[in-house]
């Protein structure tokens, strides 16, 4: 992790570059004794669970179990790799580090040569149109367009929106002029090849409004041209290129994470344009997928940095149909959702330019409603209830959804809704939900349902305070120790050795012991740095949040470690027992016996 830069640098930054410190511009952080907390940046929460330890250089949260050191902070936060987070240190430092002729691959933008100067051009093109926009006459009736459409000049720079000439060769010859490749200008969605010839190009971009499309860490990768006049399409968006992947994109995102933290919430929408009259409107927490569904790599993203989410889309049919899907993709990314609903078929934008942005806020973002009251409302569009049969269809529609919740309570509140409506008993509602969920089970095959129980822990759920059992506590208490002390990682390698019970346990004495081999000292923040994986990184850093006495007693030790090694006996003696079993129901008696034999020998060891 992290082997491109030297490792006396990386020891340099991880010195220079306070935990508290770094943390503090993302969290507001208050001292409670030795250590800091603050609301997790990671999950939606109202009491701080999230600690930051300045004796230790690690943070921890005790909701969702995010955890490590000031690079895992960034990394998780930022989304950067290992190197991009350390380079960012490392400027904040004023630390020079050695040039890198290219980034590991990580979350953030993989930059190679190719994309630096597919990112430089559009960033040089961003200000350029926006030149145009607000300082010459050529851009001149775009701006008058967008100020009658009620763009403020603060919105226009806030966005940096622009304008492109009408013309076919301009920003060829303007990027020709620069030194930038043509063959490469057009790979990155700036020019397009004309007759499919090999040398002649034009721009893509001629008499639009210019809307720039910004990565996680704002820089521009693309744009947005929207039509001055009734040309199609309205709006001509970049090709997907080396850098710029809608999948992966949530536009406005760099912008609105500050936003987010704030709130605790997110506002999602189906386009950029939204985006921009909610920002107008005062709702920044804004962010949008470009023109597709929300993927599973998008609801990821949201759900790491908030866990409320308000869609708020189209309310015409195919804008219904897209609430649907977005709200079942957050929904399994473990987001907790509301819907904001739009009457009279507008979009957005429309209802802030015909009712104003107060009345955005209040009755639209301000009165969202949980999904289920949404798909009831949604199931109800277009039915007479007076009909039987629709009536019916009705009843049918909303049992089969509320077969799908799991909250219990909820389930009660829209059962009693029903109930009350349509002079249904209770009883009857709960058969019908009963059977639902019966035939749904019944329909899951043996491999789904095990694909769903692989997938859970790949979740990041708030973490219940469970009594663990004695051996996995005592295996956390030994690592504890292990990470103050190299003397007690030494003692423990000599009678325990990796005999851990919990994988992640081995995996972590093993780099620990490997750690200490090779002469490092107690240091828990530069050992995270030495963890392959962000799991391992989060197990050590809420270990290490563990108060552990200064001394452990050779009695302690010899109890954790008798704990460790009793729970594999106790493992053997189950195994042994089912094989008694076997033998007996076989009619192998003698060898029953036996068997029999073992297990009083291993429950007599158990007591030693």
């Known amino acids: 992790m ?6 006396e640098l990386i020891e340099k930054i991880q010195r220079t570059s306070d935990i508290v410190d770094v943390i503090s511009e993302y969290v507001q952080l208050k001292k409670q004794g030795r250590n800091y907390f603050g ?33 895992s902070f960034l990394i998780q936060h930022e989304g950067y ?9 490392a400027d904040k430092a004023n630390i020079e580090l050695p040039s890198i002729p290219s980034l590991e691959q990580g979350p953030g933008p993989t930059i190679s040569k190719d994309s630096e100067k597919m990112i430089e051009a559009h960033e040089l093109l961003k200000k350029f149109y926006h030149h145009l926009l607000v300082n010459t006459k050529e851009g001149q009736h775009a701006l008058d367009y967008l100020l009658s459409r009620g763009f403020t000049k603060d919105i226009i720079d806030t966005f940096e929106i622009g304008y492109s000439l009408d013309s076919w060769d301009f920003v060829k010859k303007f990027l020709e002029k620069r030194g930038f490749t043509l063959s490469l200008m057009e790979e990155a969605g700036l020019l397009v090849k004309k007759n499919n010839s090999n040398e002649e190009f034009f721009d893509r971009f001629r008499n639009r409004i210019m809307f720039p499309i910004m990565d996680h860490h704002g820089n521009t990768i693309a744009f947005s041209g929207r039509v001055l006049g009734d040309e199609k399409p309205k709006y001509l968006n970049s090709p997907e290129t080396k850098i710029f992947n809608k999948s992966k994109l949530l536009y406005n995102f760099h912008r609105a994470r500050v936003h987010i933290r704030k709130n605790q919430q997110v506002v999602l929408f189906e386009g ?24 599973e790599e998008q609801a990821k993203i949201v759900r790491r940095n908030v866990s409320e989410v308000i869609i708020c889309y189209d309310s015409d049919s195919a804008g219904i149909e897209a609430t649907n899907r977005a709200a079942k993709i957050l929904k399994d990314a473990g987001c907790k959702l509301k819907v904001a609903m739009i009457p009279d078929g507008l979009d957005p934008d429309d209802y802030i330019n015909k009712f104003g942005s107060e009345k955005f806020k209040l009755d639209v973002i301000g009165a969202s409603v949980p999904v289920m009251t949404f798909k009831m409302s949604y199931y109800r569009r277009g039915k007479n209830l007076q009909n039987e049969g629709e009536r019916l269809q009705y009843i049918e529609n909303v049992i089969s959804e509320l077969a799908q919740l799991d909250n219990a309570v909820e389930k009660e509140i829209y059962l009693k809704q029903l109930s009350s409506e349509f002079e249904l008993s209770m009883e009857v509602l709960k058969q019908q939900i009963l059977q639902k969920e019966q035939q749904k089970n019944r329909q899951r095959t043996p491999q789904q349902q ?8 790949k979740r990041k759920p708030i973490q219940s305070k469970r009594l663990l059992p004695a051996f996995h506590t005592a295996e956390r208490m030994l690592i504890g120790h292990m990470l103050r002390s190299k003397d007690m ?32 000292e107690e240091n828990v923040s530069s050992f995270l740095s030495k963890l392959p994986s962000p799991e391992l990184q989060h197990i050590v850093s ?13 009695q302690e030790l010899s109890d954790y470690i008798k704990q460790v090694l009793n729970h594999q006996k106790m493992l053997m003696i189950k195994e042994k027992e089912v094989e008694k ?28």
Do not use: W
């Not at 095990?450 to 822990?457: D, F, G, L, S, V």
């Open 2 to 7: 992290g082997n491109r830069i030297p490792e």
């Open 272 to 295: 950029f344009a939204d985006v921009i009259s909610s920002t107008r409107a005062g709702v920044e927490q804004a962010i949008a997928t470009m023109g597709t569904s929300i993927t």
């Open 81 to 89: 790799s290992f190197i991009e987070a350390a380079q960012h240190l």
């Open 450 to 457: 095990k694909i769903t129980t692989q997938e859970q822990p």
């Open 39 to 71: 609301l997790c940046p990671f999950h939606g929460e109202k009491s701080p669970s999230f600690s930051v330890s300045a004796d230790k250089q690690i943070f921890h949260c005790f909701g969702c179990g995010a955890g490590g050191n000031v690079f």
């Open 489 to 520: 990682a030494e003692k423990v390698l000599e009678r325990l050795g990796l005999q851990f019970n919990i994988e992640e346990h081995k995996a972590i004495v093993t780099y620990l012991y490997a750690f200490y081999e090779e002469g490092n």
């Open 581 to 608: 079993i076997e033998a007996e129901r076989n009619k192998q008696y003698k060898e029953a016996a036996q068997i029999a034999m073992e297990i009083i020998q291993l429950k007599q060891a158990l007591k030693s």
């Open 542 to 554: 809420n270990i290490a949040m563990i108060t552990l006495n200064s001394e452990v007693s050779e």
